[in-house]
């Protein structure tokens, strides 16, 4: 199967190495980092989701009306608005996209965070009403009658939906979480399964817990997996490993003069996902081929943050291995969003789309001579 690469759609400039001097929402720039990832050979953007920043179904539409085919994946806490007005709000934007639309349902991490917006839910209660908030969704998006819902979270009569999305059946929802209740949910619902990069062997038992997740709620079928990493790449492995200390070292500092914590509750993160990235952190600097934790261990392990090091042909390598472990989309951001972005698409999105092909060629070869030994075989000796 072909893999997919999603990169990010930020509206301003900024990282955890370099302040912001756009504003918050700049045209310009939104503009400009996602045609970067457009002319270079990625196939879709996340639009992320925080409290206080822009709202990114708006963006979206932004992006959606000026490029024709860099794919939208958009992040959607379900506590900020009601389920049937965001399948609307998705369905429409699908609409203005011509069907690139995919949403990413957020279902919150840590609670200092939800109460900024209003929502007091612990964390379980938030996954068992987002499982609900999809359930509606999707009804909203297929259902061309009315329909009544009388739920946990959301109780309402005779709603139908008058705009459809472009996609059909419907778009995609993507899903992240590492915690129990976050495989339980997602298993049951998702199209994507979202993971932030950790050492291929604890991937490999994440990418099983929502396997095992998806057959438990039924279903026939399992998510497609999605991996994230922040690629540090440059001619050299030396200058690579360079580039990867003075990042980590810009990373410290701004930490250290307070620029990251200023919208953090607190240093000990609540969400199971960067409590472990920050004990694989403890445990090991380095594994498998070119992953590097000190990037997430300097930001607390605030979400995508292991790094991959190394030559294009390195990272593409580490990315194969992923690959062969059931990885369908990779997600990708370095730390000056557009430079980032053209490097990346130019000298490691070719090579491991080349090798998958070739992987992928190899499979069917293998696939199709399988099938011609078993047609030759005796129906006898079958049995
Ligand atoms: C790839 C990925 C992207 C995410 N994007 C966002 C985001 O934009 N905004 C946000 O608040 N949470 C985001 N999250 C957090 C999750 O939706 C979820 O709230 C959190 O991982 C739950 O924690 P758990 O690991 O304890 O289950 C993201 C998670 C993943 C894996």
């Known amino acids: 199967m072909p893999v997919e690469f999603l990169g990010i759609a930020a509206t301003g400039d900024g990282s955890e190495t370099t302040p912001r001097t756009t504003a918050a929402f700049d045209r310009e720039y939104t503009l400009r980092l996602a ?6 050979g990625w196939d879709r953007v996340l ?17 959606a009306s000026k490029l024709d085919r860099l794919q939208i994946l958009l992040a959607h806490r379900p506590n900020v608005s009601y389920p049937t007005f965001a399948a609307k709000t998705f369905a429409t934007l699908d609409r203005i996209s011509d ?39 999707k009804r909203a998006w297929t259902s061309h009658e009315p329909f009544d819902h009388h739920g946990t979270h959301y109780r309402f009569e005779d709603f139908v939906s008058d705009v ?36 291929l062997a604890r991937t490999a038992e994440q990418i099983e817990k929502v396997e095992r997740a998806a057959r438990a709620a039924g279903r026939t079928d ?19 490993w360079e580039k990867a200390h003075r990042t980590v070292g810009a990373i410290r500092a701004r930490r250290a003069g307070g620029d ?21 952190a403890e445990a090991g600097e380095r594994y498998d081929r070119a992953l590097w934790t000190p990037t997430a261990a ?14 294009p042909e390195t990272v593409a390598e580490a990315l194969l291995d992923y690959y062969d472990l059931g990885v369908d989309i990779v997600s990708a951001r370095g730390y000056d969003h557009v430079d980032d972005a053209v490097d990346f698409g130019r000298y490691v999105i070719p090579i491991v789309r080349e090798e998958v092909a070739k992987r992928d060629a ?19 000796a079958r049995a």
């Open 99 to 137: 069907g690139r639309l995919t949403v990413h349902f957020i279902t919150g991490g840590n609670d200092h965070e939800q109460r900024r917006e209003g929502d007091y839910l612990t964390k379980d209660e938030r996954y068992e009403r987002t499982r609900e908030y999809i359930g509606i969704v």
């Open 222 to 240: 399992t998510p497609r997996i999605q991996v994230a990493f922040r690629p540090i790449i440059a001619a050299t492995e030396e200058l690579a």
């Open 362 to 380: 190899a499979k069917a070869v293998a696939l199709a001579a399988a099938e011609e030994r078993d047609r030759q075989q005796p129906v006898a």
């Open 260 to 280: 990251l914590v200023r919208r953090r509750s607190a240093d000990a993160p609540e969400n199971t996902g960067s409590q472990r990235l920050i004990a694989i």
């Open 35 to 40: 045609r970067a990832h457009e002319d270079n």
């Open 298 to 311: 300097a930001t607390g392990g605030a979400g995508n943050s292991n790094a991959l090091v190394g030559t």
């Open 164 to 199: 459809f999305p472009v996609q059909q059946p419907r778009p995609g929802v993507s899903f992240g979480g590492s915690s129990e209740a976050a495989y339980a949910a997602g298993g049951a619902e998702a199209d994507v399964y979202c993971l932030w990069g950790e050492p």
């Open 47 to 63: 639009f992320a989701y925080g409290a206080g920043s822009p709202e990114p179904a708006a963006a979206a539409a932004f992006l």
